[in-house]
RNA sequence: GCGCUCGUAGCUCAGCUGGAUAGAGCAGCGGACUUCUAAUCCGCCGGUCGCAGGUUCGAAUCCUGCCGGGCGCACCA
């Protein structure tokens, strides 16, 4: 039992069985009258012919709570929880005690390879990849904390018919030229993208090109992989000042399923799912519908012979579930794709690739400007996502120029995986960056704060380095911990079952896929430690309670600083 | 037109998947540093949860229908 409400629900049902003869849910959750609450009577006083309150009652008197918590009927039947000192302290030594935090690992990890972040070579990141890439990494690192086998895989737009005009722009101006060098490859792909709409012949060369390209001619390949490698450089510059996970050999390029799309198509053909349609070869998955309510289709293979990225996103699919026996796919795309990946997913049911794989598009809104309109330059262009950071350190370093880059950086990031992801949201630098409400600068601060005490009270910090993967060493027994604590004022109790509710809020990311709910944790964490830390002194507190207060300390900081790196957010020890 | 999605305080957002009196931050007003980081905290002000029905002990949350915004709807990914 990994949370404070299971362990009371173990308590509880037995009670609610005796009553009611079946096993049901106690349904305990937090409470803003008691710690928890359970609301089952309410739900199963009618079936059993008594009042509500009549219920409650009952299994109150039943249930056998032993030190754990005390039970009091509220209201119309509600259950009041209430924790016990003791349970309090064993629940808390326990998981001071524990490297992991009280989260478990699972009984059963899964291969899960999630698809996420996906640039395109020769062209800026721009803040479409933003949210792809953060919230990717932040599933990445709670899928793997919780003990899955995480394969993530960053789909790059390295082919297409695009290739033709840039090629031949780098044999216009040269290879050595240094226009490639990692940040001018936007204003390599614009001139590109220029000479392509006024030079007819350059035009047509490009055209000649993707031929080259697609034929396998050595000499487009070397400087198609001279562009690739560039852009990856590019890309691992970029995701390093995110401090994002992902590694090059995570780059599995469009270009890499091409020698499978032909098969795909044959396949396809051989279950009779394939059709032509004006001239294209396309499968229509049941249930979509295109504009007039005529059968919508997926084109696998444009009337020109070429391959449409339906092709190439069937392959991946497919290779990801039968190649790297992916038992969950997720693809971390914008809302706007919703329908495309529906069909994919559709199809490649059809084609029996799925029979025990859960695919999920993990869709999120857009990043809107300050006129509530999607986020462009001043010039109506896209905005470049290294911009937007290098905006966001350069504020955070006129406070502190130490931290500038976790303050900076986090505040992106959080502000991104605070909100629900379905929904757009503002990008307001200001209310990110602010040390009110809800911000990782907030987190980061009270994460400083916490840890200074610690250090000031000549204790070895232990939540300096805890912002790792694996988990470090405990501090002590769960007993010896819980011994020492004494948990008496309402902040101290108040901040306890925050820090208690840190295991659930991980296993419900890993579970939902909902980052802001780890975020929504570490807020409650802060408010409740800066509570504490107002009314609670530490260092001067006699004998007992200090050491009390510096566990709640030490937990307090740790949790925060492997909640946040959970999110993929530094914690700096001083700000 | 069809589909998906969103609508909560003046603004930006939560609301733990149906629970008691809907919570934060910003903005506004008023307070608190001789004490572990005041980059902080406390108080006040502010809501017919878009509208109308329905489901039941109970709805911001679920179902239906409207209204309003966003996005998608054939060879770009």
Not at 65 to 82: E, K, M, Y
Not at 265 to 289: I, M, N, Y
Not at 327 to 348: I, N
Not at 403 to 430: N, P, Q, W
């Amino acid at each position: 039992m990994s949370t404070v409400e299971s362990l009371l629900s173990a308590h509880l049902s037995a009670a609610f069985s005796t009553l009611t003869g079946v096993m049901s849910d106690p349904q305990v959750h937090r409470s803003a009258r008691a710690d928890f609450q359970s609301n089952a009577a309410l739900a199963l006083a009618p079936a059993l012919g008594l009042s509500s309150r009549e219920v409650a009652t009952a299994v109150v008197t039943a249930a056998d709570l032993g030190d754990v918590a005390t039970a009091s009927v509220s209201g119309p039947g509600f259950i009041n929880l209430t924790l016990l000192p003791p349970a309090l302290n064993r629940l808390l030594g326990a998981m001071a005690a524990d490297p992991r935090l009280g989260v478990p690992l699972v009984s059963a990890p899964e291969t899960v390879v999630i698809d996420y972040s996906g640039p395109n070579v020769a062209k800026e990141m721009h803040v479409g990849h933003l949210r792809s890439t953060i919230i990717g990494d932040c599933l990445l690192r709670v899928l793997r904390f919780t003990g899955h086998n995480v394969i993530p895989v960053s789909h790059i737009g390295d082919w297409g018919t695009p290739f033709g005009m840039l090629l031949e722009r780098l044999v216009e101006i040269g290879e050595d030229s240094g226009s490639l060098s990692i940040g001018d490859l936007d204003a390599f792909y614009k001139a590109a993208r220029h000479r392509f709409d006024t030079d007819p012949d350059f035009a047509d060369r490009s055209r000649q090109r993707v031929v080259l390209l697609q034929g396998g001619d050595p000499e487009t390949l070397r400087l198609w992989k001279l562009l690739t490698s560039e852009s990856a450089r590019y890309f691992m510059a970029v995701n390093s000042r995110l401090s994002v996970l992902l590694t090059p050999s995570d780059f599995v390029g469009e270009s890499f399923y091409n020698d499978q799309l032909a098969s795909i198509v044959s396949e396809l053909d051989s279950k009779g799912l394939l059709r032509q349609s004006s001239g294209a070869q396309c499968v229509f998955p049941p249930g979509f519908t295109g504009r007039y309510g005529e059968p919508f289709p997926l084109i696998v293979r444009k009337s020109d012979g070429g391959f449409g990225y339906a092709a190439t996103d069937l392959a991946a699919i497919r290779h990801r579930a039968l190649v790297l026996g992916g038992q969950r796919v997720l693809y971390v795309l914008g809302t706007p794709q919703s329908q495309h990946l529906e069909m994919v997913f559709a199809v490649a049911r059809q084609m029996g690739w799925l029979d025990g794989v859960a695919v999920k598009h993990v869709g999120f809104g857009s990043i809107l400007g300050e006129d509530g309109k999607m986020l462009k330059s001043r010039r109506g262009k896209s905005v470049k996502l290294i911009d937007l950071l290098d905006e966001a350190v350069a504020r955070a370093g006129e406070v502190n120029p130490s931290t500038a880059t976790a303050v900076g950086i986090g505040a992106v990031k959080y502000a991104d995986l605070s909100s629900a992801m379905v929904k757009d949201y503002v990008f307001d630098l200001e209310r990110m960056l602010s040390l009110h409400g809800n911000t990782s600068v907030y987190l980061q601060y009270t994460h400083a704060r916490a840890l200074r005490v610690i250090h000031r009270a000549g204790t070895s910090p232990r939540s300096s380095d805890l912002a790792i993967a694996d988990g470090q060493p405990g501090i002590g027994s769960p007993d010896a911990i819980a011994g020492g604590l004494r948990i008496e004022t309402p902040q101290e109790r108040a901040l306890a079952l925050a820090l208690l509710a840190f295991p659930g809020a991980v296993q419900a990311v890993a579970a939902e896929l909902e980052p802001h709910r780890l975020a929504g944790l570490l807020r409650d964490v802060a408010v409740a430690f800066t509570r504490f830390y107002e009314d609670c002194p530490v260092l001067n507190a006699e004998p007992g309670i200090r050491e009390s207060r510096l566990v709640l300390c030490d937990l307090t900081a740790r949790v925060l600083a492997q909640g946040l790196y959970l999110l993929g957010i530094e914690a700096p020890e001083r700000m």
